[in-house]
Antibody, heavy 118, light 107 residues
Framework: EVQLVQSGAEVKKPGESLKISCKGS????????IAWVRQMPGKGLEWMGI????????RYSPSFLGQVSMSADKSISTAYLQWSSLKASDTAMYYC???????????WGQGTTVTVSS | DIQMTQSPSSLSASVGDRVAITCRAS??????LNWYQQKPGKTPKLLIY???SLQSGVPSRFSGSGSGTDFTLTISSLQPEDFATYYC?????????FGQGTKLEIK
């Protein structure tokens, strides 16, 4: 079964750092780009960027460039989304998803809830 | 960046109705348009890719059409499980932006 399994919910304070993960299984992890998508509470989907796990090439949305960092470790089929200094406005659900044909997102992780509060 | 605008933002309909949701791009995106369904508290699900191709396992009552700047998701006969929020996404050029969503509610 093709799946993406994300790390668990996080509760952090403003200014703290965080790295969440997305582990792929059931397919060739390096053959598909991984996208990250933000959903703030009660809001819509926002495309953050994508990473090629094969060579770690990344494309960021201008809205998120400099705010987050994407990385991948192909040896363990895992992609990461990282913050160096969290803000309250980073509170959201974060999804990873596999980018497939037509550049669509055909397999999604279950989501990681990030709560940033003092 | 390409802006995606969906209409309506919300829609009330009854089981058995035929409904259409539209998505407009701020510039031509050829057929690089995808549709997703999201139910409350659940992960988004791919319905349609490349404007009109039905994702495997998606019921045939869902269909997509359009090219250029104007696209439509049509549900031919609404079922109870179809009440959800629907998003379009352009995959023509990065950043691959989403529309703001259309919430489909039971009348």
């Amino acid at each position: 079964e093709v799946q993406l399994v994300q790390s668990g919910a996080e509760v952090k304070k403003p200014g703290e750092s965080l790295k969440i993960s997305c582990k792929g299984s059931g397919y060739s992890f390096t053959s598909y780009w991984i996208a990250w998508v933000r959903q703030m509470p009660g809001k819509g989907l926002e495309w953050m960027g994508i990473i090629n796990p094969g060579d770690s090439d990344t494309r960021y949305s201008p809205s998120f460039l400099g705010q987050v960092s994407m990385s991948a470790d192909k040896s363990i089929s895992t992609a990461y989304l990282q913050w160096s200094s969290l803000k309250a406005s980073d509170t959201a659900m974060y999804y990873c998803a596999r980018q497939a044909q037509g550049v669509s997102l055909d397999v999604w992780g279950q989501g990681t809830t990030v709560t940033v509060s003092s | 960046d390409i802006q995606m605008t969906q209409s309506p933002s919300s829609l009330s309909a009854s089981v058995g109705d035929r409904v259409a949701i539209t998505c407009r791009a701020s510039q031509s995106i050829s057929s690089y348009l995808n549709w997703y369904q999201q139910k409350p508290g659940k992960t988004p699900k791919l319905l349609i890719y490349a404007a009109s191709s039905l994702q495997s396992g998606v019921p045939s009552r869902f269909s997509g059409s359009g090219s250029g700047t104007d696209f439509t998701l049509t549900i031919s006969s609404l079922q109870p499980e179809d009440f959800a929020t629907y998003y379009c996404q352009q995959s023509y050029s990065s950043p691959y932006s989403f529309g703001q969503g259309t919430k489909l509610e039971i009348k």
